[in-house]
């Protein structure tokens, strides 16, 4: 699935060291390699230990995780949206993902010059929600005129939308992003056409040295304050400690150096998981002799459209699902097991695929 995660932050503050320690992935786990599409764009397999334990238990041929796909969008400057900085560029480059992961300083460091002159990140959060939400006002106000044209003809879509675009029109100047406007759920269609930037779900990245990593700092503190009413995620990365991490030759080197920093695994992992779970993503199954493959479907997704990540053909003559669940699956230790103990379900249309759950499709051409 082409859905993407762009990361954006102000000039100079880790966004590339991030990216291109997320093209090091391999070097964290040797199945877990990185693409380039295009200079700033990387495909990243998304580590599973599901998977890894299923390679265990059916031994196949081959092994094919998920990915999720990441931009790297230049550094944005005050005044994008009029166009500084290259800035009506670079908004189009965030306009075309699908959800936003904000990279911001929390750090001190003399010798790493900010673009504003002192770190504060909560400043630099707002400089970038300032140019988004100014492109999305003037979204929001051209089709606020195109409804007020709309209602000579009395119609119907226009009189319902111009109050809702209004919400949407205050909230913003009143230097909000979109995804907080008080709307109600069904009410969020009449802006899905413009695809508003400060609509798309975010996370944040705090980058921060050595000593924060684990606990955060006064910056992480501040900005986790700053965020508290958005309902985002707030990750605590050393993009430098994982440029280091990167660099070493061994998965014990890697592992001996994230022990002694009082962490499980790197940091670029989370983010990558970050990013999946804020794509609305999950994983199923399918496991033979040939391969073992991790398929990436939207959340609630029902069986027929999963089986259609594989091919259309078998959306179009779905017959039936045979369903096992991971833990089933690994308890037990075969297809066969899981079987014999009456654990295989057999599902039709309506079934709505959970993560992890192993299938094998029934189709008819």
């Keep these: 699935m082409a859905l993407k995660c762009g990361i954006v932050g102000l000039p100079n503050v880790g966004k590339s060291t991030l990216f291109n320690c997320l093209s090091n992935a391999e070097a964290l786990a040797a199945n877990y390699p990185f693409a380039t599409i295009e200079p700033n764009i990387g495909v990243v397999n998304v580590p599973d230990d599901r998977l890894v334990k299923l390679e265990t238990l059916v031994n196949p041929q081959k092994v094919i995780p998920t990915t999720v796909e990441i931009v790297d969008i230049a550094g ?9 900085g290259l800035g009506n560029q670079f908004l189009g480059n965030i306009r075309d993902t699908d959800a936003i992961v904000h990279v911001v300083r929390c ?44 209602l000579k003809a009395n119609a119907v879509e226009a009189k319902k939308g111009i109050p809702i675009l209004e919400v949407y029109k205050a909230h913003l100047e009143a230097g909000n992003s979109a995804r907080t406007a008080p709307v109600e759920e069904d009410q969020v269609a009449f802006v899905q056409d413009l695809n508003l930037l400060t609509l798309k779900p975010i996370l944040y990245v705090c980058n921060v040295d050595e000593t924060a990593v684990v606990d955060g700092n006064k910056y992480t503190a501040a900005l986790k304050e700053a965020v508290k009413d958005e309902n985002a995620e707030v990750l605590y990365i050393c993009a430098a400690m994982e440029a280091e991490i990167a660099q070493l030759d061994t998965f014990e080197d890697r592992l001996e150096f994230l022990q002694e920093m009082g962490l499980s695994k790197p940091g670029i992992s989370k983010l990558i998981h970050s990013c999946y779970r804020l794509l609305s993503l999950i994983t199923y199954f399918t496991a033979g002799p040939k391969e073992v493959r991790a398929w990436t479907i939207t959340e609630g997704m029902k069986a027929p459209q999963a089986a259609g990540v594989i091919h259309t053909d078998f959306e179009k003559g779905f017959i039936r699902a045979e369903v096992i669940k991971y833990n089933d699956y690994v308890t037990l230790g075969s297809e066969q097991a899981v079987k014999e103990a009456g654990k295989l379900n057999v599902e039709g249309k309506e079934y709505v695929v959970t993560d992890g759950d192993i299938m094998h499709f029934r189709f008819n051409v």
Excluded: C, T, W
């Design 76 to 84: 944005l400057v005050a005044g994008a949206s009029k166009g500084e």
């Design 107 to 150: 750090f001190d460091d003399d010798n790493v010059v900010h673009v504003s002159g002192s770190v504060d990140p909560v400043r630099d959060k707002e400089i970038i929600d300032i140019e988004l939400q100014m492109k999305d006002l003037e979204a929001i106000e051209k089709k606020i005129a195109k409804y007020q044209k709309m």
